[in-house]
C-alpha cells in the first residue's frame, strides 16, 4: 500500500518559517492535501490541490511538491500555528485515500 | 453554511453493530461525494470510506472492507456508516467530511465535529 511519511514533530519560534515534510514515492504525480488539526478539533483543509488555500487561510500557509516529497510551508509562524498536520492523496492503485502519520507543529 | 452532524455513537461490544448517521445541511448534498474519516485516540487520522453521488462507487480502507457499509439518502440529506463485527481498534471518532470535486481528486473540504464510537467489553 501507499505511504505516507511525515516526521512527528517540527518546532519553531514565532516570526519564523516552519517547514513540513510528506514523503511518498512519486508524490509529484499525485494531488496533496494538507489538514491541520489543533487540540480537540475538527481537522480544517489548509491547502487544496497541492498549492491552493481555501478561503480564510492565511497567504503565510503555502503547499509545493518535488518529486518524492512535498511540503507545507508556514511563514512568519504565530502561536495560533500550533496543530496536527496531515497530508493526504489518493493512491489509484488500491482506489485509497492516504493520510501521513502528522506532524505536531510546536511553536516555542 | 454547511453543517455536518453525526449521531449514532456509543459504548458497544465486541462483535456489536451500529450504525452512524450524518446529517449535512447548507449546501446540495446530492451533488457532493462524502467520505468518513477516523481517528483513534492519541493517533493520526485513517480514512474510512468514501462514495460518490449516487449509491456507487464506493471505496473501503481495508481495515473496515467487509465489514463496514457507506451509504446515504439523498432525500434526507444524511450520509451513514453502517459498522458490524466491531473490535476493540475500531474505538475511535468518526468524522464525516463533504469531499469537494470527485472522491480521487478532491479533499474532505467540510467536517463535522465527530462522534465516538467506544468498542469495549
Known amino acids: 500500500s501507499y505511504v505516507l511519511t511525515q516526521p512527528p514533530s517540527v518546532s519553531v519560534v514565532p516570526g519564523q518559517t516552519a517547514t513540513i515534510a510528506c514523503g511518498g514515492n512519486n508524490i509529484a504525480g499525485k494531488t496533496v492535501h494538507w489538514y491541520q488539526q489543533k487540540s480537540g478539533q475538527a481537522p480544517i483543509v489548509v491547502i487544496l490541490?497541492?498549492?491552493d488555500r481555501p478561503s480564510g487561510i492565511p497567504e503565510r500557509f503555502s503547499g509545493s511538491k518535488s518529486e518524492n516529497t512535498a511540503s507545507l510551508t508556514i511563514t512568519r509562524v504565530e502561536p495560533g500555528d500550533e496543530a496536527d498536520y496531515y497530508c493526504?492523496?489518493?493512491?489509484?492503485?488500491?482506489?485509497?485515500?492516504?493520510f501521513g502519520g502528522g506532524t505536531k507543529l510546536s511553536v516555542l | 453554511e454547511v453543517q455536518l452532524l453525526e449521531s449514532g455513537g456509543g459504548l458497544i461490544q465486541p462483535g456489536g453493530s451500529l450504525r452512524l448517521s450524518c446529517e449535512a445541511s447548507g449546501f446540495s448534498f446530492n451533488m457532493f461525494a462524502m467520505t468518513w474519516v477516523r481517528q483513534a485516540p492519541g493517533k493520526g487520522l485513517e480514512w474510512v470510506s468514501a462514495?460518490?453521488?449516487?449509491?456507487?462507487?464506493?471505496f473501503y480502507a481495508d481495515s473496515v472492507k467487509g465489514r463496514f457499509t457507506i451509504s446515504r439518502d439523498n432525500s434526507r440529506n444524511t450520509l451513514y456508516l453502517q459498522m458490524d463485527s466491531l473490535r476493540v481498534e475500531d474505538t475511535a471518532i468518526y468524522y464525516c467530511?463533504?469531499?469537494?470535486?470527485?472522491?480521487?481528486?478532491?479533499?474532505?473540504?467540510?467536517w463535522g465535529q465527530g462522534i465516538l464510537v467506544t468498542v469495549s467489553s
Open positions: 462514495m460518490s453521488t449516487g449509491n456507487s462507487p464506493t
Open positions: 490541490y497541492n498549492d
Open positions: 493526504q492523496v489518493w493512491d489509484s492503485r488500491t482506489t485509497h485515500w492516504v
Open positions: 467530511a463533504q469531499v469537494a470535486a470527485t472522491v480521487n481528486t478532491g479533499a474532505a473540504v467540510h
